[in-house]
Each structure stands twice: as C-alpha cells, then as structure tokens.
C-alpha cells in the first residue's frame, strides 16, 4: 500500500494543455517584449536622416493659403522638417521635462499619417507611434470632419480593436497607446500654431503617398462638377 501510494500521479490531458498555455503565454509576452524594444525602421521617411532647411516658410504658406482661399500641398520632407525645427528649438521649454525626445517623425501613406517619436534612453533609441486618420462627410450644409486615432484592424472580424500605432516594432491597439499618450500632447503643444492653421481652419483634408493636402474652401451649392478641388 505504501510502495501505491508513493507512485506519482500521471497528469491528464487538462493539465498538459494548462501547461502547454502557459508556456505559449511566456513565450508570446518575450516575443513581444523583444518588438518593443526594437525601433522600428525609419529609413523610407523623407527627413529621417538630415532633412535640411525648410525650403518654405509653413506656417507663412498655410497663413496665405487661408487668406488666398486656396488649396495647399505640404510634402513629407516639409512636415519633418517643420518637426526637427520646432522640436529641437523647443527642448528648453515645453519639453524641457521630456528632453530624451530625440525627434519626431510623421510618415504619410494614403489616408494614413503616422507619427513617430523617437526617444533616446540609455544609449538607444525607442520608437511608438500614433496613426492618424480623416474621415469627412460632405453634404450642401458642409464638411463634418472627424479625426481617428487608428490605422487597420487587427483583423478582418470588424469587432476586432483597431490598430492604434506602434510601441518599437509591435502593434498595438488603441488602448495601449495611453503610456505614450504625454509625448503625443506635448509635441502638439509645441506645434500649437500650426495645428490651428493646418487643421482647425482648413476644410478638406487628403493624405497620399508623401504628402499632405489641405483646403480652407468650403464647399459650393450647386456645384457642376461635385468633385472635390484636389
């Protein structure tokens, strides 16, 4: 009775999955663990590297724009440019707090902006990004536009969460975007003037491959064409 009971119990197949769980549940938080540290690759956005000096004063051109009443191309080198300028000159004041900021980046894809901020900690640089997105409604009584703060689903189920941006090189919806959140709302506050100029008083907004069109004009009654101006 006693040589029985000291035998060990064989584990039944509830707990072979149990444990075969749990080690994929390791294995998949030290894969994503590895994503995060690693930053993502930045090399095809234009101004990555050495953007230069702007060739266009921006804020001027969006101020003309609004006042000509007409529609406005921002390339992506533009837009990096205006960010490592602003950024750079205002690492003293509102981001005094957050000076590991290194730089930020937006990289425009059709009807998608992401934007990059790069910190240094350590030595190395970390990467998370926020994609945006326009969606606008036009109708005789105007434009409603409405701001997404997401790129894809995650999947092709629709009640998937969508893809808020990126923490290194992993994916993550938009709930997990919240730590990062602070970085995101300080570079907007450095960028407060052109934020009013490019965002708040334009109308149309359209995304394409490396570049940014912006319209303050407001759509007309009756139009012939019905096509947009851009």
Known sequence: MGKESSKA??????GKLFRFLILLICVGLM???????KP???????????????SRDLQNVLDLAIEGNHSVSLSELEINQLLRNAVVAKQGG??????TIKKVLVR??????????????FG???????????????????????????????????????IGGRI?????PQGFLLAVLPDFEKVAAVLA?????????????KIEEKRLILDPRRPVKHMESGKPPF
């Open 124 to 162: 190395r640089e970390f990467t998370s990004s926020m994609y945006l997105q326009f969606e606008q409604n036009e109708t005789e009584a105007g434009i409603s536009t409405r701001l997404h703060l997401h790129g894809d689903a995650i999947g092709s189920i629709s009640s998937l969460p969508k």
């Open 40 to 54: 993502q690759d930045l090399t095809d956005i234009d101004g990555n590297t050495d953007p230069g000096k702007a």
């Open 9 to 14: 119990q064989p584990v039944g197949f509830m």
């Open 94 to 99: 509102v981001l005094a707090d957050a000076a």
């Open 168 to 172: 290194g090189q992993l994916s993550v």
């Open 193 to 205: 003037p052109e934020i009013e100029l490019g965002f708040e008083k334009m109308v149309r907004f």
């Open 108 to 121: 425009l894809k059709p009807d998608v902006a992401e934007v990059i901020v790069v910190r240094e900690l």
């Open 31 to 37: 894969w994503a663990i590895y994503l995060i540290s």
